[in-house]
């Protein structure tokens, strides 16, 4: 008996240790209470008791929840809470005649059993959709580097949820037939589609192909920047999906770092001496204004040198007391890791990340770039 019992434990945990379960739990409900949260106003009114608001605000959850289901479940929903309420009556009429209403609260639950078994179908559906997506989705972006001499690269990204809004790409310049100069430059760029999952990701892939694209006529950072901001534009209906993004090129024989900053959190670039330089110069995000007009920046890359490119859910990610990582640790891993190979530094930064974050749910897509000149 005890064997099977533990068997039935390992198959529903998956083995998984129960500290481990209640933090998994415990992040999920708190992105749950957020999602429900939305549009309801916690604080508490002047005029208002503490009863008054705690009711406001259950009745705002339950209608938040309630609203997430279709017509037809929201009614199969409230006919299982009321069968789990019923009590069952004992009705007297007279001193002969009773009539007994029994507890239905097992049709309730049965009720709600059909209900879940729905919801459960519909997650399934959509999680292998989803799997699909982010596969294709890895597909659009390297696995590797590009092969550079003198130059070390390493990138990552992390989805806050099955695909991300994140971009990262990093190619040689071609020829119109293809064909691959020596000494051919570099293209790097990372880019952020505001918002997350499925449609964050939709004009991610868009924005990718247009890039490789455009890449193929365009001769410069500062032109190439300016005709992807118009075509973000044509594809921002409704003003609301705008990309940071940065761009650069660099030449192995110059050892110039040409760049476009759109909007993006600031690249840092250490050199070997320990000092920091920020990336800045550019203009407005992608997709905001068509006529925008952007300005160009150059640096020049030595030996030891190192470039990180992120997005902002690094610097953003949040522990369970929502403080956030922040730039300094960011800066601090980046010194103590001064030498190191650019696979090192990435997994640093990730590591320091996750340290700091711990089982506190990821809210944001994660994505890095690093590019190290070799000594």
């Not at 099977?4 to 481990?20: E, H, N, P, T």
């Not at 004992?90 to 009773?98: I, R, S």
Request: glycine residues 8%; aromatic residues 8%; hydrophobic residues 45%.
């Amino acid at each position: 008996m005890v064997s099977r019992l533990r068997a039935f434990w390992l198959r529903i945990s998956d083995g998984i240790a129960v500290q481990q379960l209640w933090s998994q739990f415990h992040g999920e409900a708190r992105v749950s209470y957020r999602l429900y949260a939305k549009g309801i106003d916690l604080s508490r009114g002047e005029a208002e008791s503490r009863l008054q608001r705690t009711k406001r605000v259950v009745n705002g959850l339950f209608w938040a929840m309630v609203s997430k289901l279709s017509p037809a479940r929201r009614i199969l929903f409230v006919i299982a809470l009321l069968l789990l309420l019923w009590p069952g009556f004992d009705l007297h009429f007279g001193n002969d005649v009773e009539v007994q209403l029994p507890n239905l609260s097992i049709f309730g639950a049965i009720v709600l059993g059909i209900l879940l078994a729905l919801e459960l179908a519909d997650r399934v559906t959509l999680k292998r959709d989803l799997e699909i997506a982010k596969e294709i989705q890895t597909w659009l972006m390297p696995a590797a580097p590009p092969k550079v001499a003198g130059v070390e690269m390493a990138f990552a990204t992390r989805p806050a949820n099955t695909v991300a809004g994140d971009y990262y790409d990093a190619f040689l310049r071609t020829n119109a037939d293809g064909s691959m100069l020596p000494g051919a430059s570099l293209l790097l760029t990372v880019a952020d589609v505001a918002g997350k999952s499925v449609p964050a990701a939709l004009l991610m892939a868009t924005l990718q192909a247009s890039l490789r694209t455009l890449a193929d006529v365009c001769t410069d950072p500062l032109d190439l920047i300016q005709r992807w901001n118009r075509y973000c534009c044509e594809q921002n209906v409704g003003g609301q999906r705008f990309t940071t993004a940065f761009l650069a090129e660099w030449e192995p024989a110059t050892r110039q770092l040409t760049y476009v900053n759109a909007g993006h959190n600031w690249p840092v670039l250490r050199r070997v001496s320990g000092a920091i330089e920020r990336l800045q110069t550019g203009g407005i995000p992608l997709g905001l204004l068509r006529t925008a007009r952007y300005e160009f920046g150059q640096v020049t890359l030595a030996p030891g040198d190192l470039l990180l490119v992120f997005t902002d859910g690094l610097v953003e990610a949040e522990n369970a007391s929502e403080q956030e990582y922040g730039e300094a640790r960011m800066l601090d891993t980046l010194n103590r890791y001064a030498g190191a190979t650019a696979n090192e530094v990435l997994r640093g930064l990730m590591t320091s990340a996750d340290q700091f974050v711990q089982n506190a749910p990821q809210h944001d897509d994660i994505t890095c770039l690093v590019m190290r000149m070799e000594i």
